[in-house]
């Protein structure tokens, strides 16, 4: 139990274009899943909560207009990266977790390689 | 808000021998602490966690050590073996309403285990 999906595991895309990536919960329900960005060598850098049915939390320093969090169902939370560029290439992953009330484990998704070019 | 700390950065250690990463916490209010593991291009998996009303916990090899006063919580991996070669990230988790769920990771250890 605990699964969690990535899609795609990587993709390549130009500078300028946008690119939509998503995580699913498979076989629990997530009111709230969390998105972090990774880089080489480095520790998991939270990016925003994604809360369904409403606004997504941003950390500080992430713009949400380029990272776009949509939570539309209670498996599935997606972020679009708009206007890529180089910069914006890293590891991208998410997490969710079946719990419920105070405290549960959360369960990470395989990750998304984005390169920019 | 919670502000963890982890130690040593890599760890190198001879098959068979034990391995310890400690991890400091700021936040009076966690009362979740996970450690995962994550090997070279996958994700971070969950291999142990402790809440806080407990002071150990210990599955096979792996245990982890809780000390609320101290705010620290240990790992311990015993006869270490070639394939707990990996990343391994702490991290701490606060109880409130706003930041429910969410996690806050230390820098991470490199362990290498030499067969």
């Known amino acids: 139990g605990a699964v969690v999906s990535q899609h795609p595991s990587w993709v390549i895309c130009k500078s300028g274009t946008s690119v939509k990536i998503e995580c699913r919960s498979l076989?629990?329900?997530?009111?709230?899943m969390f998105w972090y960005r990774q880089f080489p060598k480095q520790s998991l850098m939270l990016m925003a909560t994604?809360?369904?049915?409403?606004?997504?939390?941003?950390e500080q320093g992430v713009e949400k207009d380029k990272f776009l969090i949509n939570h539309a169902s209670l498996t599935l939370s997606t972020l679009t990266v708009t206007s890529a560029h180089p910069e914006d290439s890293s590891f991208y992953i998410c997490?969710?977790?079946?719990?419920?009330?105070?405290?549960?484990?959360?369960?990470f998704g395989p990750g998304t390689r984005l390169t920019v070019t | 808000g919670e502000n963890v700390e982890q130690h040593p950065s890599t760890l190198s250690v001879q098959e068979g021998d034990s391995a310890v990463i400690k991890c400091t916490y700021s936040?009076?209010?966690?009362?979740?602490f996970p450690w995962y593991k994550q090997e070279l291009g996958k994700r971070p998996q969950l291999i142990i966690d402790?809440?806080?009303?407990?002071g150990e916990k210990k599955d096979q090899r792996i245990a982890v050590t809780l000390n609320k006063t101290a705010k620290h919580f240990s790992l311990h991996i015993t006869e270490t073996q070639p394939e707990d070669s990996a990343v391994y990230f702490c991290?701490?988790?606060?109880?409130?309403?706003?930041?429910?769920?969410?996690?806050?990771f230390g820098r991470g250890t490199q362990l290498t285990v030499w067969p």
């Open positions: 997490s969710a977790g079946p719990g419920t009330g105070v405290l549960g484990a959360q369960y």
């Open positions: 076989d629990f329900q997530a009111t709230t």
């Open positions: 994604s809360n369904e049915g409403s606004k997504a939390t941003y």
């Open positions: 936040d009076s209010a966690s009362n979740y």
């Open positions: 402790i809440r806080s009303n407990v």
């Open positions: 991290a701490a988790s606060p109880y409130r309403g706003s930041t429910l769920g969410r996690l806050y």
